[in-house]
């Protein structure tokens, strides 16, 4: 049981170039969740899903996008990076039956 | 709207020392409250949580009690150890899909 995974750990971009963060759960989680982490500013909501199919805005959704096409996992696409995107972003699920989320352990995006 | 208000960290203190790390909240109704921890280069792990009032939550040494008359979940420890260095996140979910997190405390525990 590996939990939350995030692929990469690391990557460094130009600005404008695009990519796609994976975060893949093996727990059978509906809810799944992307944050950004910035310092002195915590955990940012960017987008969530609550189940296969569906996604939803959060706190900070502009210059991303998402997909869930199979419940397991969950993408976060930026399509022309800026250097205001490089960040820590974090993956997180849950179920239905609570409210507690388990995080993967990161990605580094650096935007140059 | 929901919010959540940590103490400003660094928090820094000798081995064996007390810790408290305070959280109060704002939220209608009934949130349920957690702590997180996320150690140098890793994930946030779920640390404790409460769901409902006057629970204490409770896991590695470290308590915190839902308090609905202050609002506040502040977190406690006896005796610290170094290998608590990490950076703690107080958060709550009030019946919604999104956790609310505060901006984080930071300790640092020197032997």
């Known amino acids: 049981n590996a939990g939350v995974t995030q692929t990469p750990k690391f990557r460094v971009l130009k600005t404008g170039q695009s990519m796609t963060l994976l975060c893949a759960q093996d727990m059978n989680h509906e809810y799944m969740y992307w944050y950004r982490q910035d310092p002195g500013m915590g955990l940012r909501l960017i987008h969530y899903?609550?189940?296969?199919?569906?996604?939803a805005k959060g706190e900070v959704p502009d210059g991303y996008n998402v997909s869930r096409l199979k419940k397991q996992n969950f993408l976060l696409g930026l399509e022309s990076a800026a250097p205001s995107q490089t960040s820590v972003y974090f993956c997180?699920?849950?179920?239905?039956?609570?409210?507690?989320?388990?995080f993967g352990p990161g990605t580094r995006l650096t935007v140059t | 709207g929901d919010s959540v208000t940590q103490m400003e960290g660094p928090v820094t203190l000798s081995e064996e020392a007390f810790l408290t790390i305070n959280c109060t909240y704002t939220?209608?109704?009934?949130?349920?409250l957690f702590w997180y921890v996320q150690y140098p280069g890793e994930g946030l792990q779920l640390l404790l949580k409460?769901?409902?009032?006057?629970d204490k939550g409770s896991n590695k040494g470290f308590e915190a009690t839902y308090r609905k008359e202050t609002t506040s979940f502040h977190l406690e420890k006896g005796s610290v150890q170094v290998s608590d260095s990490a950076v703690y996140f107080c958060a709550l979910n009030n019946a919604g899909n999104m956790l609310t997190f505060g901006g984080g405390t930071r300790l640092m525990v020197k032997p």
């Open positions: 899903s609550v189940g296969e199919g569906t996604t």
């Open positions: 409460a769901t409902k009032a006057d």
């Open positions: 997180a699920s849950r179920t239905s039956a609570t409210y507690e989320q388990y």
């Open positions: 939220a209608t109704g009934y949130p349920s």
